[in-house]
């Protein structure tokens, strides 16, 4: 795999293994419980973590396959991407989003149901990444609704940095509904 691709997958696996761990420290029994009217309870913060990564895996997905059948060149730039949404504000919770209705979770999803649904839509991002390989992603764009146009190492790092944001939020659930860790 390139090095952009496995840098960027790296990042986005990193985050998720920050994400299961703090999804662990919320009581199974509390792990549908809003903490707050008008919060989204853990299960449906993971729900939406899964719709997004879905939908970004099958824009990289469908915008990949369009760019080989249009016969683009191998990646030839091997530097980071790590850097490449710096300034986009992505992981800033103090910058208040509210979710489109398409990614926005219907709940109903249980704590297993939420760990199943992140754990499928992971495979479609990996999925959708090895099917890009050997592209330069650079040269592929998508308009992203919030960020604007983005190539497609941009919709890959966003899904990691989106995570990341929610993360925090994860993270405050857990503290406002008492850690299931000591």
């Known amino acids: 795999m390139h090095h952009r691709l496995t840098e960027l997958a790296e990042y986005a696996d990193a985050t998720r293994a920050e994400l299961l761990d703090a999804a ?3 009581p199974a029994d509390r ?3 809003r903490p707050a009217p008008g919060r989204w309870s853990a299960a449906e913060l993971l729900e939406h973590l899964s719709r997004v990564e879905s ?3 099958r824009v990289i997905a469908k915008r990949a396959a369009g760019a080989r059948e249009a016969g683009i ?3 030839r730039n091997d530097s980071s ?3 490449a949404l710096d300034g986009r504000r992505v992981t800033d919770r103090s910058r208040k989003l509210t979710a489109p209705e398409i990614v926005a979770p219907a709940g109903g999803f249980t704590r297993q149901g939420a ?5 499928a839509s992971r495979a479609e991002l990996r999925r959708a990444i090895a099917d890009a390989d050997g592209l330069a992603l650079g040269e592929v764009h998508h308009t992203h609704v919030v960020l604007g146009e983005l190539d497609l ?3 890959i790092l966003f899904v990691a940095q989106h995570e990341q944001r929610h993360l925090l ?3 405050e659930i857990a503290e406002q509904l008492g850690s299931a860790r000591p």
């Open 24 to 26: 662990a420290t919320i």
């Open 55 to 57: 939908g970004c895996a």
């Open 169 to 171: 939020q994860l993270r």
């Open 153 to 155: 190492y941009q919709w």
């Open 31 to 33: 792990f549908t419980e």
């Open 81 to 83: 991407m790590l850097g």
């Open 115 to 119: 760990l199943d649904a992140i754990t």
């Open 73 to 75: 060149g191998a990646e």
